[in-house]
């Protein structure tokens, strides 16, 4: 396991060894999946492209960097900035428009980029004056083959007048994308592979995007993308619509070259470094530091399940079984900026990401993988859907979600939501840490109309070792919600999964409060 290390102010994400190779466009004509007109290239080409490129070896592409390229720190890297009259379709009156990133620095692949219009496809070729390199001494002369790591998306999100930044596709097949009054937190990536395992897992690139021409009216983007690893390919294409929440369609077709012990769908990438739920010492003046708080899934039957995320000791991986899920996600519940303190990282702006599934999913697990961190800097949370049914060589594997970016993604739900964790001491034992207190406050609709002196509210709570006191429930004021605690008693040092939920008499008032707890 590794821990994907932050870097470029949120722009830039830590890239393993990725690969690129050659391909062959075909202009066979396809259809625009936002308008339904015919056009030049589409799906189905890429699709061509990955089934082709899956019959043949895998061969990385990484040539040598030129002087001045080759080691650049974090700082060299950032100093060297696309030149915004160099916008793709700067002049040309559209509603968005692309600056692209140069090789060097931990993105060393080369990534192909293309524009498709009505006439086909062109192929963006690489210009040294492009770039303002800053204080970076780089070579009079650059090779034209020297090509790109990825791309940035413009577009006046706030004001007409204003360009703002959307998205970002830079490193391996990570790409992330921000809202209205949003900041970059949160990734997405288009395949992980082995994740979470004992041997280094495998991280396919995306080697090659088609960004498509957008008309003047248009509120959405189109990209395709090709995807490549040692043992996958696979076509992309993903519909970018910024707003309030910015969302993202993704139909992905999977072609793999030889089998996979562990496809992780939809994966995503946090931070959690401590938070209100952290029971240890933090050394920090800021009360919480996370990108994302929790992870939220919605079953096939409308169950959803909250856990709250955590900065364990050690790796902790967990596994969620779920029939056709609805969509789940990493979410930033918390919106307080008192809760952080932080002026400059604006935590409490992060967007949280939902991933909502189309079509059916089938049977298969959501899995969560912690990664113990020593600082923010580090990305330490995963999440992503495993199928339970394994993908065959040289067999087609398709998924459709849309994933959205927002602020508040749950807003109309009318269900309890969990508003926060808090973990204690517990008791009066002798030593007192022999037991753990729990708080949890729910807020929403289902409780916030419940009469205060009701007295037919109960926790409904189990622990898979150890035991729970008797579980009390009571009303709220200060949020207009019901907080809930008991005391768990552990087993020794056994670790113990713990499941809460709020209800009356018959009617479940509450999402499902879950938590691995385990002993510091």
């Known amino acids: 396991m590794h821990v994907m290390q932050k870097s470029l102010m949120f722009l830039l994400l830590a890239a393993p060894t990725i690969a690129m190779a050659s391909a062959v466009v075909q202009t066979d004509q396809d259809v625009d999946p936002t308008t339904g007109e015919r056009t030049a290239f589409g ?5 061509r492209i990955a089934e082709s490129l899956a019959q043949k070896p895998y061969e990385p592409d990484r040539p040598e960097l030129p002087e001045g390229f080759r080691n650049l720190e974090y700082d ?21 428009q692309i600056q692209l990133f140069p090789r060097g620095f931990l993105f060393r692949d080369r990534v192909r980029i293309n ?15 492009m770039f303002d390199y800053g204080r970076n001494q780089v070579p009079a002369e650059l090779p034209a083959d020297f090509g790109f790591a990825g791309f940035r998306i413009l577009y006046p999100l706030h004001r007409e007048d204003r360009l703002d930044e959307v998205g970002v596709f830079l490193g391996a097949s990570y790409f992330r994308a921000i809202g209205q009054n949003q900041n970059y937190g949160v990734s997405a990536r288009g395949l992980a592979i082995d994740t979470g395992l004992e041997r280094p897992e495998e991280f396919p690139v995306f080697r090659e995007f088609w960004i498509q021409r957008p008309k003047p009216d248009d ?12 043992r996958a390919t696979g076509a992309y294409r993903f519909i970018i619509q910024p707003g309030l929440q910015t969302v993202v369609g993704v139909k992905a077709r999977l072609t793999f070259r030889e089998s996979v012990e562990k496809l992780g769908v939809a994966p995503l990438t946090s931070m959690f470094y401590h938070g209100e739920s952290t029971d240890r010492f933090m050394d920090d003046f800021r009360p919480e530091v996370h990108d994302s708080d929790g992870l939220i899934i919605e079953s096939g039957s409308g169950e959803r399940i909250w856990r709250p995320l955590a900065n364990p000791l050690k790796l902790q991986i967990t596994s969620f079984q779920v029939d056709s899920p609805r969509g789940f996600g990493l979410m930033q519940r918390d919106r307080e900026f008192a809760h952080y303190q932080d002026t400059e990282a604006l935590y409490h702006t992060r967007p949280s990401a939902w991933v909502e599934t189309i079509g059916d999913w ?7 993988v912690e990664i113990p961190s020593p600082s923010e800097r580090n ?5 992503f859907w495993t199928p339970g049914q394994k993908p065959q060589p040289m067999s087609p594997f398709e998924f459709e979600y849309r994933l959205h970016f927002a602020l508040d993604p749950e807003a109309r739900l009318k269900g309890g939501r969990t508003y926060a964790t808090r973990i204690g001491a ?20 289902s409780v916030e109309r419940l009469d205060p002196q009701a007295t037919n509210v109960e926790g409904v709570c189990n622990t898979s070792s150890g035991r729970i006191t008797e579980p009390v429930a009571h009303h709220n004021p200060f949020l ?7 005391e768990l008693i552990p087993q020794g040092q056994q670790p113990a999964d713990l499941r809460c939920f709020l209800r009356r008499d018959k009617d479940i008032l509450t999402e499902t409060w879950v938590y691995k707890w385990a002993p510091n």
């Open 43 to 47: 799906f189905a080409d890429v699709n």
């Open 76 to 96: 060299d890297y950032r100093d060297i900035r696309y030149r915004a009259q160099r916008n793709i379709w700067v002049d040309a009156g559209l509603p968005f």
């Open 115 to 129: 524009v498709v219009d009505d006439s086909g496809v062109h192929p963006i070729q690489f210009e040294r004056d």
């Open 219 to 230: 509120t959405a983007l189109v990209v395709f993308a090709l995807l490549d690893s040692q």
């Open 362 to 368: 089938g049977n298969g697990v959501v899995e969560l």
């Open 379 to 383: 990305d330490n949370i995963v999440a």
């Open 426 to 445: 517990g008791g009066t034992d002798v030593p007192i840490h022999a037991r753990r207190k729990f708080v949890i406050d729910f807020i929403g609709n």
């Open 480 to 486: 207009k919600g019901w907080r809930l605690f008991f």
